[in-house]
Every structure is written in C-alpha cells, then in structure tokens.
C-alpha cells in the first residue's frame, strides 16, 4: 500500500486544471442536458459522448497551452494582442453565458437539496448555495481552496454507480455509440446543440487557460520561452496528461448519465422531464432508492465545483480584459474588481433564478447558447494558438491545428441545423 501511495503521488501532483476543468463540465446544466437526451432520444445520442472526446480534448489542450506559454488567461492576450473591440465582444458573450449557465445550475442544486431534506424553500436554498461558493473563492487562500475543488470531482462518481443499478442492454449501447441516428427536427437539434454546448464550453476554455498561468506563477517558473527543451517538453506532457484525463473522465460521467436516463427512464416510455429533481423522482421505483439518492447528491456536488468555475471563469475574462489585477491567489483588497465581479456574476445568477421559467428548459438554454457562442471564441482561439507572435516556438503543431477547426466546424454546423430547423418548423 505504501508503494501504491507512493507510486500515484507523481500522478496526483500532476493532474490540477485539467481534472477540475473536465469536472465542472458535468455541471447541473450539464446533467440536464444528458438526461434530457437520453430521456427523449434513449441510446441514439450516445455516439455524441465519443465523437466529442477527442475535440473536447483538443480544444482544452490549446487553451491550455496559450495560458502556460502566456503565463495570462486568454482575455489578456486577446487584450494585448488583438484590436479591443474583439477581446471586450469575446468578453461579454462569455460573461453573459456563464451568468445564465450559474442562474440555471443554483437551480438545479435548489431542487436536488429540497429532494434530499424536504425542505421546500427553493430561493433560500439558491441563496445558500450561493454564499458558500461565493465565500470559499474570497476568503479561502487558492492552495488550500484548489485542494477542494480536486475533491469535489469525486462527487461524479455517483452516476457511475446509478448506471450499474439500471438493466443496460449492451448491444443497443455498442450501436447508439458508434452509429449516428439523426433526425431533423428542431427538438433533436437542440439536443445536439446543448450537448456540444454543455461539453466544449466558452468558461472551460478561460477557466483552464487562466488556472495554468496562475499555477505557473505558484510555482515560480520561469516563462516557457525561456526553458529549456527537456524542462519545457516535461511540461506539455504534463499538461497533455492533465487535460486526457480530466476530458476522459468528463465524457465517461456524461456517457453514464445519458445511458441512465436511456435504460431507466427513455425505455419506460418517459420522454419528457421538466426538472432535474423530477428526473431523480424517475428514478427512484426504476433503479432504487440508493441511485436516487446518488443522483441527487451528484447534482449538489458537481454544482458546488461548477459554480465557483463558472463565476471564476467570467471573473477572470472580465479583469484580465480590463487590466485588472486577476487570480485567486490575490486578496481580495488587492484585486477588487476581479472579486467585484465574481461576486456580481453569482448575485445575478441568483436574481434569474427568481422567475417561472422551466427549469429543464432553463438548463437547456444555458447549454445551447454555450453551443453557439462557443463556435466565434474557439475561432479567434484557434488563430491565436497558431501565431508565432503570440506562442513563439510552442504555436500549435498540424494535429492540433485540424482537431481544433474540426472541433468549430461541428459546433457551426449543429448551430446552423438548430437555428434552421427551429427557423422552418411549423
């Protein structure tokens, strides 16, 4: 055992932005997203969850490295290196995503916990949900709060120990994984479109970028232009292993969530579901009252993790883009604005929540305008990695450069389809 121990700490140390980051993909909304399609659409959606590995990968390896070799997120190099006008749009189409996004998942968690304990006081749950994440990013210090965070990703293991309590048809898996059945609907399309969304998304991208920069300074490293080539290429394999497995680890969780909702709830003639609580309440007499249980702990503790991701990310791309002072590793005398605006995104979130909005449609939305904002981010994204102004000897290699415009010409493609289809249907 203490071999064992020994053994995995290389590994552990090694793995931070890149786990948090595919951890907080599967969010509430996330969630949502995935049962709300394999509820609708059973195990013909499945093959979503593989084609978008490799570009979900990708793309968090390009931003990831613009962050390292910057040593800035990527608002400040779009500051610095691009006309303002662009960086300020980027900006606000991240911002006012992610803002949506936490409104939508404080809800999720409101619902979750009123399963859980019976009390039906949904605002004053989103409150508290609130205040604990708000006040964790301000008062705990980053090496203490990160730490945290590396634990939280845990809490999605709960959805792959449903998945064994529901009755799989494996075969019909197999073929929904590798087979696409599409359709051309504007209902399909949505789905399509939020689960490209709800899993290569904008607040992903800065989040990443921005935590391997601030780690990097942590750390005391000198600028990645200035290493040597074994030191630097440790380093890109560092974050290569860091990113394969937060990605993986990310579409195995959505894998089990929507083949749960495929064998438990799609195969018992259940298609529609307007709540995330009312999808655990689907559950129960399907897959037992443990699985229910596990799901709704699941939608709290990867709310609990997306949360602060969520509000730091547009922090982080708001600040930067400013000329702020940015990082949580800054107090929050020394970076007001950064926590001003931390705070502000998290305190509109709540203020969403206060409507009659369908909550699953809610999600829904988040995760599809995540969809289509992403396709403009990841583009300026991808001429940036490419210039050797900006990255210097680390620009993108030809591999990276044709996973990553694949990766924006299938989040364009689906947006069109949605936006054409929901244009022509009657």
Same mark, same amino acid.
């Given at each position: ?300 503790? #990867? ?41 502000? %995104? ?39 990695? %490419? ?36 244009? #022509?249907?009657?």
């Amino acid at each position: 055992m203490k071999f064992l121990t020994r053994s995995t700490q290389p590994l552990l140390k090694s793995l931070g932005p890149g786990l948090v980051t595919g951890a907080a993909d599967d969010d509430p909304s996330g969630i949502a997203t995935y049962s709300q399609a394999g509820a609708q659409f059973g195990t013909g959606v499945l093959w979503t969850t593989v084609l978008t590995l490799p570009l979900m990968v990708a793309i968090q390896l390009i931003s990831a490295r613009i962050g390292w070799v910057t040593g800035q997120g990527l608002a400040a190099t779009l500051r610095r290196r691009y006309p303002r006008p662009l960086g300020l749009a980027i900006v606000v189409l991240l911002v006012v995503a992610n803002t949506i996004n936490l409104g939508a998942d404080l809800a999720a968690m409101a619902g979750a916990a009123r399963l859980l304990t019976g009390v039906d006081a949904a605002h004053r749950w989103v409150m508290a949900f609130a205040a604990v994440s708000v006040g964790l990013q301000i008062w705990l210090p980053f090496p203490k709060y990160s730490p945290i965070l590396k634990g939280l990703t845990l809490s999605l293991l709960a959805y792959v120990a449903v998945l064994f309590s529901a009755q799989v048809n494996w075969t019909q898996v197999v073929l929904g994984s590798l087979l696409p059945q599409l359709h051309l609907g504007a209902d399909y399309w949505m789905v399509i479109v939020a689960v490209l969304g709800t899993t290569i998304s904008p607040y992903l991208f800065f989040w990443q970028a921005s935590q391997e920069a601030e780690e990097h300074a942590l750390r005391g490293d000198v600028p990645a232009g200035d290493m040597d080539h074994p030191t630097a290429r440790s380093h890109l394999r560092r974050i290569r292993l860091d990113t394969w497995t937060g990605m993986t680890f990310s579409n195995v969780i959505a894998f089990c969530i929507m083949l749960t909702a495929a064998m438990a709830l799609h195969e018992h003639g259940i298609a529609n579901i307007q709540t995330t609580d009312q999808a655990a309440q689907a559950l129960r007499p399907i897959v037992g009252e443990a699985a229910y249980l596990l799901f709704s702990l699941g939608v709290i503790g #990867t709310g609990l993790l997306a949360v602060p991701v969520l509000a730091g990310s547009a922090a982080y791309a708001m600040a930067e883009a400013m000329g702020w002072p940015a990082g949580l590793n800054h107090t929050p005398a020394s970076a007001k604005g950064f926590y001003g605006v931390l705070a502000a %995104a998290v305190v509109v979130g709540v203020v969403l929540d206060f409507n009659d909005i369908d909550p699953i449609k809610e999600l829904m939305w988040a995760a599809v305008i995540n969809g289509i904002v992403a396709v403009p981010i990841m583009a300026v994204m991808m001429h940036m990695a %490419a210039n050797r102004e900006v990255m210097g000897r680390f620009a993108i290699g030809r591999r990276l450069r044709w996973l990553g415009w694949v990766t924006v010409a299938v989040m364009a493609v689906a947006s069109v389809a949605f936006l054409w289809t929901s244009a #022509t249907s009657p």
